[in-house]
């Protein structure tokens, strides 16, 4: 046999099979889309490899023969399969790369044109702003081999919006992604501005500039507030700060491995496959159903859980890739008959479809309904409520920067949600702090505080009395707290002394105030410790989560536990007793009154339910009895405009009030009150105005 360079053969199949593409190949297949001979070139190019290596093994042979005993011979496909799967692939890239470029002109012209959104790019943004101003001149930071080239363009953007295109991610998709352009100065070196990608469900904020010489930053963030914050950063700044917390993030210098970089930065450090996909399958000889047994033989030792695509372990990790794949598949209706069978026997569910904006607020409705004292987290360990958390922030960003709808930010208030707040700088918010000690020189400010923002403050403080106790803060910021009273955080001890230490502390703490328990909204700093710790232990004692000599401890101290969670028979019963008292009315889930607001929240997702028809045939049917209606159907701007037409028909010297006992008039009436308000702002597209006019509806009365 000949001798062969294989790494590069690999590389070559890999250029030729692989649906991804590194930036530098961009522009180059841009121009191949309308090249219909490059990938049959390529192909034969590996053929003469294939031949040239094998020449001594195939003597006599002639044909195809030859290059499929030199493809046995090297462990290699065939110049069949080759082809075959090369031209699928080309033939997606080139659809793919259509869809999702955005050149380098395109990116200049955006910097140039007016601030606010992209017309025909609604989730591109241009700030008024730069992005990343530029630090004292330094040298370009070169693509990797050794050249500086001041003026050249790499499609950075276009590949990356490529990777998260291959990663399931439509980067054309407002509710998924959002991008931010800044500006550029005449005085700049830098031609085209560095660009701001946000990804929330995999929690990562992308910066990148499409001019060779600039570094890309990627963040662990999900929080659209950080896009301003870190677009602020120079570079050197940047830098600093991914030395003193490498864990927030990554910088990527352009290099040949630059989409291998980005894409592990993307997926949590996820190793990157250097064998191509065709060969793999060529070695590993691993069919569906091979993979499948796997899966049995996997469950059959995890029952109660599904391999994790995120494991450390690399045979769990491979099979949870493919499991997440065959969710895909089954969604799509894209496996046969059988294999759905198969994967639906053993108790495979297909991967959940993209939610609509209304069905998102559904479900928020009804998870308020379930826990009136909070919001769904996009750090809980259950899977849905991080999933509706990670919505929820990116709504309350777009609600900050007026990216809303009008009705749907309406919705939004109405529900409690307050928008995200503006990041601050360190300064700014140790000046809070001061002014606030100077209101209140008795006390901090409480992260759990009802007041938004003093619980904001709070919350800051908490975060810096931990840096402080870690020594995380420069030197003049640990002087400027100390100097305040500041005090650092306590220490963790270990769990059997910190437990025994606290009851101690509440013994001694009883003795003083034999009337009362420490709270956790105290003023006092040890009082409001002792409060959270006692509140904890209230828990585990309902949950019997305690060892039995703490529990007995407790109660002999007359500790009770917390109250369980209310059932759904506890809260319908609260709701019959609510109607006999008020009889020409439903509790409102914004009420002043605690218990009627919590009451309110649980009727509404109820309704939610009721209409989706989610709730158990008993449960609706005990809500009907009561007179409980199903949630209206969210209706169109032409459903409601036909429905006032039809109003007005029948009520020719009046309009529905908003106020009306009527449900059908107060919904119509708030409809109505509504379209006023953007009729007034000018808020509605042509036609709908119109319509409004031509029915009488005018801005003059009073909302």
């Known amino acids: 046999m000949s001798i062969i360079d294989r790494d590069a053969l690999e590389r070559e199949i890999a250029e030729l099979t692989e649906a991804t593409l590194d930036p530098s190949r961009i522009q180059d297949a841009l121009q191949n889309l309308t090249n219909e001979n490059a990938v049959l070139d390529r192909v034969v190019s590996i053929s003469h490899k294939y031949r040239n290596a094998c020449a001594d093994k195939t003597k006599g042979m002639f044909g195809a023969a030859v290059e499929d005993a030199a493809a046995k011979q090297l462990e290699m496909p065939t110049i069949d399969d080759l082809l075959t799967v090369a031209q699928e692939i080309e033939k997606i890239r080139s659809e793919v790369i259509r869809r999702l470029h955005i050149s380098t002109e395109e990116l200049q012209a955006m910097q140039e044109g007016d601030q606010g959104p992209v017309k025909g790019r609604p989730n591109i943004t241009v700030r008024e702003d730069i992005h990343t101003p530029p630090d004292a001149w330094q040298p370009p930071e070169g693509d990797g081999d050794g050249r500086i080239r001041m003026s050249e363009f790499s499609e950075r953007l276009t590949a990356l919006r490529y990777l998260l295109w291959s990663l399931g991610i439509d980067p054309n998709d407002d509710k998924r992604v959002v991008m ?48 301003e914050m870190f677009a602020a950063m120079g570079k050197d700044e940047k830098k600093a700060r991914l030395e003193e917390a490498p864990g927030i993030g990554w910088q990527i210098v352009m290099g040949e491995r630059w989409m291998d970089r980005m894409r592990e930065c993307l997926t949590a450090d996820a190793p990157i496959a250097n064998t191509p996909a065709i060969l793999r399958e060529v070695r590993e000889r691993k069919g569906w159903h091979e993979r499948y047994a796997e899966l049995v033989a996997w469950r059959r030792d995890h ?50 479809k993209q939610k609509s904006w209304h069905e ?29 958390g990670m919505w929820l922030s990116g709504q309350r960003g777009k609600l900050r920067d007026g990216k809303l709808e009008g009705e749907q930010a309406e919705q939004l208030r109405a529900l409690g949600v307050e928008p995200a707040e503006k990041q601050k700088s360190w300064d700014e918010r140790y000046a809070e702090l001061v002014a606030w000690r100077r209101d209140h020189p008795d006390g901090w400010p409480s992260a759990v505080s009802k007041d938004a923002q003093e619980k904001s403050l709070g919350k800051w403080l908490s975060w810096q009395r931990g840096k402080l106790r870690n020594g995380e803060l420069d030197g003049g910021q ?41 709270s956790e909204m ?63 009315g439903w509790p409102s889930a914004v009420s002043k009154d605690e218990q009627e607001k919590s009451l309110g929240m649980w009727l509404s997702g109820q309704r939610v339910k009721l209409r989706d028809g989610k709730l158990e045939g008993e449960q609706a049917e005990q809500l009907r009895a009561l007179g409980v209606e199903p949630a209206d159907k969210q209706k169109s701007w032409d459903e409601h405009y036909a429905e006032l037409v039809a109003w007005q028909k029948d009520h020719v010297d009046a309009w529905p009030s908003e106020k009306s006992k009527d449900t059908q008039e107060k919904s119509l009436g708030m409809w109505l009150s509504r379209q006023r308000g ?24 009073k909302q």
Request: proline share 3%; aromatic share 6%; glycine share 10%.
């Open 478 to 518: 640990a002087e400027q707290l100390r100097a305040l009273g500041v005090e650092p955080a306590e220490k963790k001890e270990g769990v059997k002394q910190s437990w025994d230490e606290h009851y101690a502390e509440l013994v001694a703490w009883r003795r003083d105030h034999a009337d009362r328990w420490p």
């Open 303 to 352: 029952p109660d859980g599904w391999p994790s695509e995120k494991s450390k372990d690399e045979q769990e990790k491979s099979l949870g890739v493919w499991l997440r794949e065959q969710r895909g598949k089954l969604r799509n209706g894209e496996l046969d008959g059988g294999q759905a069978e198969q994967l639906r026997a053993l108790g495979v569910e297909p991967a959940e």
């Open 180 to 227: 931010e352009i800044g500006r550029i100065r005449e005085n700049m070196m830098r031609r085209v501005s560095y660009v701001s990608v946000l990804v929330p469900e995999v929690q990562r904020l992308i910066e990148l500039c499409n001019q060779v010489g600039n570094r890309s930053f990627v963040w662990k963030t999900a929080d659209s507030a950080d896009i």
């Open 360 to 388: 998102r607020y559904a479900e928020l409705v009804a998870w308020r309904g379930d826990h009136a004292d909070g919001w769904p987290s996009e750090m809980s360990k259950d899977a849905q409520e991080k999933s509706l």
């Open 678 to 701: 953007k009729l007034r702002n000018g808020e509605l597209d042509g036609g709908q105005a119109e319509k409004l006019c031509k029915l009488g509806v005018v801005t003059t009365q």
């Open 522 to 584: 105290s003023k006092d700093a040890q009082g409001k410790s002792l409060g959270k710790w006692l509140s904890w232990q209230r828990g585990k004692l309902r949950n019997g989560k305690l060892e039995g000599e703490q529990a007995e401890q407790l109660r002999a101290l007359g500790v009770e536990p917390a109250e369980k969670q209310k059932s759904w028979d506890e809260r319908y019963a609260e709701l019959v007793a609510w109607q006999k008292d008020h009889a020409d």
